[in-house]
């Protein structure tokens, strides 16, 4: 997944920290495997989505000028 606000890692930490998850559950018999690698993928799928979405919305607001120095990074970030 690609992320121009650098999400990448963190993704890929919380995806392995829930695969684990998924598969502890199948261990335990809370689970089937079936039922957890679905689960796992919804939300896999869902968070990605939402990221593709922040991160398009990101970098918009990067390209319009007038946007950009309306936005929260331009009027408290540069403020001491």
Request: aromatic share 4%; hydrophobic share 40%.
């Amino acid at each position: 997944m690609h992320s121009d606000r650098g999400q990448g890692l963190n993704h890929a930490i919380c995806d392995a920290s829930n695969f684990v998850a998924a598969l502890q559950k199948v261990v335990d018999a809370s689970a089937t495997m079936k039922d957890a690698v679905k689960d796992y993928s919804e939300e896999v799928v869902q968070r990605g989505a939402t990221e593709v979405l922040v991160s398009k919305e990101t970098a918009l607001s990067f390209l319009d000028w007038d946007r950009l120095m309306k936005s929260p990074v331009m009027k408290k970030s540069l403020r001491r």
